[in-house]
């Protein structure tokens, strides 16, 4: 039966991808009819274009451009995109795209604390700068993405390869910019679904203030884990079940004026889990089948403020972030006896704010130019468990500072050079860093819609507060590690035609001192250690829309990801899958819209962190989402996630969480 079953998926990963063939042979002169939003963009010599959404992007090189004129491997996600796929939060949105791996401890893209759900672009786990309205949103280099609710998401740009001389730290593997919707839409929506499955979102407003809220619920995932264990107390195995995943936003946008723009959001999560023995092998402490191992209850508090300015020739971006993230409950086993009456509680604060202003000049006819500086005051405080003290055991704080520049010089009417420079450096801290970055594009202009571009991008990482110092008492602190390093060098192809877009892109990574985070089993702690990764690959991606309400859209990558590290004995070891195939189908007709996207992801392994890798089946996450529209105010849909109901490990290192079995939610939206 499982057999059966890796075919279908096989298959069908396959038909996402090649379901295009038919479409290849559509006239080029095709009168193509794509509902898409038109609006008027400032470029940096004052003159206005007008272009469609879909074809501008910001976020590459901090100024408006059209996708394919821009030398880098881009991708944009518009709000009808993101609906489409059936999405309700920013990480489910991003799960599917071309290039990235999806990663869960749970459904619902559930997190464990600080133990969330990074992006991985390009093999590498960590090293995705995260921007919201093109403001940083980490935590000590952490994220909460499926605590951004999909309805609330105007569009996403995606920006692969380094990323940092334009905007600093986290950026090795590139620029991930949620950018929210400016304008309320008067609209309520409701939800309901199996495994206890609840949705409820409201906004309201005008084109000057606008309030929003939405509220998001899972209710049980049993079997979400299993775990060996070797210790003193017994060897055997353990089962996680998940309860209670709860997802909560509240905020506002207030238009101050065109250009002046006042947002807040207060983002809460919840998830509970609940571990069971469910095997013994052998114990000395009379442990038996069925008794709870332990209970863990996340959550996690973020408050984003920001005041953004822009117009033809400033952008200036002012930010304030700060939350709480706790894990407590009981420990009834330990690695050395059982403990009826043990708690566990790990508590901790990051509290961020800066200023990023940015500056734009027209040089002459062939010459433009930004100048910015940026600066952020990062604030870590290790709480005390509240059944412990009631002070605070930790308070660390540092200044990072970074001044950029960029210079782009056309040189004819076919080849334009991008030459960039940041030096960063951090004060206020026991351990100060600093780091000088550049970067090289080149675009070559076969015709207006047919491009070549080539990159080389240096960027960088420092470590933070909770890995030098140690955040838990799991934590073994790292003072001495080193900032993460890295090389992306990429060469590229992008062709708008008609109906088709293509995207081609050869690309390797060399990363030196790459932190990553050891778990020792014996001990039960972890600590942060340097290691090296390398990766090198090639994508390949097209979309294509077509006059009959058909369109497709399908990518490939395959890559060879790599690290090295003295904790595995100093040789290479893949880290993840090497092909992957992503693909989507939608239909349009009347009242009616139904698409199917999925994301396959073959030649996998799992990579311990002291341990060779070893092979994993492969994932297929699909999603299957129809709506009807009786109207221009009424909606309901139906979504489908994980269709072939597959059991499939959504994890990359030794640990084992599962996705969740097959799940729909039937919506009711009103426009009003």
Request: glycine residues 8%; aromatic residues 12%; neutral net charge.
């Amino acid at each position: 039966m499982k057999k059966r079953k890796k075919g279908l998926s096989l298959a069908i990963a396959i038909a996402l991808t090649a379901s295009t063939g038919t479409v290849f042979a559509a006239p080029d002169n095709a009168d193509t009819k794509v509902e898409t939003t038109e609006v008027q963009v400032s470029t940096v010599d004052e003159e206005t274009d007008v272009y469609n959404m879909d074809d501008t992007i910001v976020t590459a090189t901090r100024t408006n451009k059209k996708d394919v004129d821009v030398p880098a491997s881009t991708v944009i996600l518009t709000a009808e995109k993101i609906k489409e796929s059936g999405a309700t939060n920013a990480a489910e949105a991003l799960s599917k795209v071309n290039g990235f791996t999806y990663k869960s401890m749970g459904a619902r893209v559930a997190s464990m604390g600080t133990m969330n759900n990074e992006l991985g672009i390009r093999g590498h786990r960590n090293g995705t700068l995260v921007l919201l309205n093109g403001n940083p949103v980490s935590w000590r280099g952490k994220y909460n993405l499926e605590m951004i609710p999909a309805q609330n998401i105007e569009r996403i740009e995606i920006v692969k390869g380094g990323g940092s001389v334009l905007y600093g730290s986290e950026a090795v593997d590139g620029v991930v910019n949620i950018i929210m919707k400016k304008q309320a839409t008067n609209e309520v929506s409701m939800g309901v679904g199996n495994f206890g499955q609840q949705n409820y979102t409201l906004s309201a407003g005008d084109d000057i203030f606008g309030l929003h809220y939405s509220f998001d619920r899972w209710g049980e995932q049993d079997g979400v884990s299993n775990s060996e264990v070797t210790s003193k107390a017994f060897d055997g195995a353990t089962r996680t079940d998940l309860h209670n995943v709860e997802k909560r936003n509240i905020g506002f946008t207030f238009n101050i004026n065109p250009r002046l723009q006042l947002s807040y959001d207060n983002f809460q999560t919840k998830a509970d889990y609940r571990r069971f023995v469910s095997r013994v092998d052998k114990t000395t402490k009379g442990i038996t089948v069925g008794e709870q191992f332990n209970g863990r209850e996340y959550t996690t508090e973020q408050h984003v403020t920001q005041l953004n300015y822009k117009d033809k020739d400033w952008k200036i971006g002012g930010f304030w972030n700060t939350g709480v993230v706790e894990s407590q409950g009981p420990t009834f086993i330990s690695s050395t006896k059982k403990t009826p009456d043990g708690f566990y509680n790990t508590r901790e604060r990051n509290n961020s704010y800066g200023l990023d202003v940015q500056r734009n000049w027209r040089i002459g006819e062939k010459s433009t130019a930004i100048m910015g500086f940026n600066m952020e005051r990062e604030q870590y405080k290790k709480l005390a468990a509240y059944s412990t003290a009631a002070k605070d055991t930790q308070d660390r704080s540092r200044n990072i500072w970074g001044v950029f520049g960029q210079w782009e010089q056309k040189f004819d009417d076919k080849n334009t050079g991008v030459f960039g420079l940041r030096e960063t450096w951090t004060s206020g801290a026991a351990e100060n860093y600093s780091n000088c970055s550049g970067s090289l594009q080149w675009l070559h202009k076969m015709n207006e819609n047919n491009n070549l571009y080539a990159s080389i991008n240096q960027s960088f990482i420092m470590p933070t507060f909770a890995q030098m110092f140690g955040s838990s008492a799991l934590a073994i602190p790292a003072p001495n590690l080193k900032p993460e390093t890295g090389v992306n060098y990429e060469i590229g192809w992008k062709q708008v035609h008609n109906n088709h877009s293509w995207k081609v892109a050869i690309f390797h990574s060399d990363i030196k001192d790459n932190i990553t985070a050891n778990w020792d089993k014996n001990k039960q702690s972890y600590t942060y250690n340097n290691e090296d990764f390398r990766n090198t690959g090639i994508e390949l991606s097209c979309d294509i829309s077509t006059n009959n309400g058909w369109s497709y859209q399908y990518g490939i990558t395959w890559q060879n990801p790599e690290s090295k590290s003295e904790a595995k004995g100093d040789y290479w070891d893949r880290t993840q899958g090497k092909l992957q195939l992503t693909g989507g189908i939608s239909y349009k007709k009347d009242k009616w819209t139904s698409a199917l996207t999925g994301s396959y992801l073959y030649n996998r392994v799992q990579s311990p962190s002291k341990a060779h890798s070893y092979e994993c089946k492969p994932y297929f996450l699909t999603s299957w989402r129809t709506s009807y529209a009786p109207d221009d105010a009424t909606e309901l849909a139906l979504t489908i996630n994980n269709v072939l109901d597959r059991d499939d490990i959504a994890m990359h290192t030794g640990s084992e969480y599962y996705v969740a079995p097959i799940n729909y939610m039937l919506s009711f939206n009103y426009r009003f």
